[in-house]
């Protein structure tokens, strides 16, 4: 075992005695310091006869029971600092010190699926033209490696896709520019259906990309036939990451508010409240940003059990300047 990966694990099973001793079950995030989670990515794989990485892009090989962390890291004013190693890190999977560490990167080059959902509902009418060409310029500048891959849906009572899987930046614009706004707010529809028919992948063995939704709404659902949770549960399943932008522009932050910063903050994103719809664009830099600046952790879990179970990961890093944001947990696969 090399010196980091002694490390990582030596400094997770000193958190795990030092939990045990604090709290008898389960890591809470109640530590000093901000302690986000994490989930695995036994991720999706490009299109048959596609290439899978980018020219010096980390060649990683999951094995079913191993578990890809996607995390980001932040000083206290929110700059990001891809910079750190292995060794600044402590790591828990399902309250256990990781069996092994397998690689580690910083600056990650991994292929991106990101999903656009776009709400279409009446209620955003006014300000909908500004989401479109926001979406357009994210596309422009985030989609430049030619593994990368993106799909377009917009949603209001029910959920469209107008641009499946593809990099071609004509076709997902020609996607975004076809909503057309009306109806009513399926926001936990449309989160369930594109982790479950776009972003969730079953197979494992398979090599990692990072997965991401980008939701356009103002999180007031009023038809939805799913329940947060289970939108939530999804994503994890699917190993996904919410990065949402509420299009509400008052100053009070509403209950539609709240359920997007509960989808990011469990999936691992974040949420962005941009005061202007001017400044939507804004928003987009910066999930841009955060994108470029990734770490990917790959390691199997210690007593892994094929059940089907949600197992929580708790990372954080040891120097306490620093917050850890990733998943809470991911589900192991079923034998």
Not at 189 to 204: F, G, H, P, Q
Not at 287 to 297: F, G, K, P, T, V
Request: proline letters at 5%; aromatic letters at 8%; glycine letters at 6%.
């Amino acid at each position: 075992m090399n010196r980091k990966t002694t490390g990582l694990v030596f400094a997770a099973a000193f958190l795990s005695a030092a939990l045990a001793a604090q709290q008898p079950a389960t890591p809470a995030a109640s530590q000093a310091g901000q302690a986000a989670q994490t989930t695995p990515a036994p991720q999706t794989a490009a299109p048959a006869g596609e290439e899978q990485t980018d020219v010096g892009a980390p060649t990683i090989k999951l094995t079913v029971n191993e578990v890809n962390l996607i995390f980001t890291v932040t000083d206290k004013h929110g700059r990001y600092n891809p910079n750190l190693q292995q060794s600044d890190f402590a790591l828990l999977d399902d309250s256990k010190a990781p069996a092994k560490v397998k690689s580690f990167h910083q600056q990650i080059n991994l292929p991106l699926r990101v999903g656009i959902l776009i709400d279409t509902s009446t209620s955003i009418r006014s300000r909908f033209q500004f989401e479109q060409q926001s979406a357009n310029e994210f596309f422009l500048e985030m989609l430049k490696s030619k593994n990368d891959r993106a799909f377009v849906m917009g949603f209001d009572s029910t959920a469209t896709v107008t641009q499946d899987w593809t990099n071609n930046i004509d076709g997902l614009e020609t996607g975004v520019n076809r909503l057309r706004p009306g109806g009513g707010t399926a926001v936990y529809d449309a989160v369930y259906t594109a982790c479950r028919d776009k972003l969730l992948d079953v197979s494992r063995g398979q090599e990692p990309t990072r997965k991401a939704i980008i939701l356009l709404s103002d999180g007031e659902d009023n038809v939805s036939h799913a329940y947060l949770d289970e939108a939530i549960k999804e994503c994890q399943r699917a190993e996904t990451i919410i990065y949402a932008i509420s299009t509400n522009w008052t100053p009070s932050r509403g209950k539609g508010d709240q359920k997007l910063t509960q989808m990011a903050k469990d999936t691992g994103g974040q949420v962005f409240f941009p005061p202007t719809v001017e400044e939507v664009s804004n928003s987009f830099h910066d999930i841009e940003e955060e994108l470029r600046s990734q770490y990917a952790l790959t390691y199997t879990p210690a007593d892994f059990k094929m059940d089907g179970s949600f197992r929580t990961i708790y990372l954080f890093c040891n120097d306490r300047h620093y917050q850890v944001r990733a998943r809470k947990g991911y589900f192991a696969p079923r034998q």
